[in-house]
């Protein structure tokens, strides 16, 4: 079964790279406040669909935060998302994505947020990005209180580095 599993798994990465249309990288984060300092590491798969500018994709962010009272924090987030690139010239794009964060290890609550963002098309197949929190509706996951927040600091700025088949 596992290799069944192994081989449907490898001949749909293949089919889905062969149009160079799947891409796979991650992001790294640091956030200091004056009450906590964290980072996070986050690794993406994600699939772009040709002739359009949306693309469909999933973090799974791992971070670690340690608060001024010496606790100390892990959670695990699951943040699917969708992009739509707004615009390229020449090597250099503008997206936004809409993203849903749900907690699997501390299950506090969801979040949407918008993050826009800048990609550089360094190669063919090597792309880096820049993106942060810009808008977001926090059920409970990063917030006490249930709302909106306008703010660049609800989530840490995060730099990735992704590589297309």
């Known amino acids: 079964m596992k290799k069944l599993f192994l081989t449907l798994a490898l001949a ?3 089919i889905m790279s062969a149009n160079a249309q799947l891409w796979m990288g991650g992001a790294v984060g640091a956030g200091i ?4 300092k964290a980072f996070t590491i986050a690794p ?5 669909f040709s002739g359009t500018p949306l693309t469909v994709a999933v973090e799974a962010d791992y971070s670690f935060a340690k608060f001024e009272d010496l606790k100390a924090e892990h959670e695990l987030i699951l943040k699917p998302y969708l ?8 090597k250099f794009g503008v997206f936004m994505d809409l993203t849903g964060d749900f907690g699997v290890v501390n299950n506090k609550g969801y979040a949407i947020s918008l993050r826009p963002g800048v990609a550089w098309m360094a190669t063919e197949h090597w792309t880096a990005a820049f993106r942060f929190a810009f808008a977001q ?3 409970g996951m990063y917030h006490e209180a249930n709302g909106f927040f306008l703010d660049c600091a609800t989530v840490a700025p995060q730099f ?3 590589y297309n088949f």
């Open 33 to 36: 406040t004056k009450h906590a």
């Open 83 to 90: 992009r739509c690139n707004l615009m390229t010239i020449e």
């Open 137 to 139: 509706y926090d059920h």
């Open 12 to 14: 749909f990465i293949g």
């Open 160 to 162: 990735g580095l992704y």
């Open 44 to 48: 993406e798969i994600g699939y772009s």
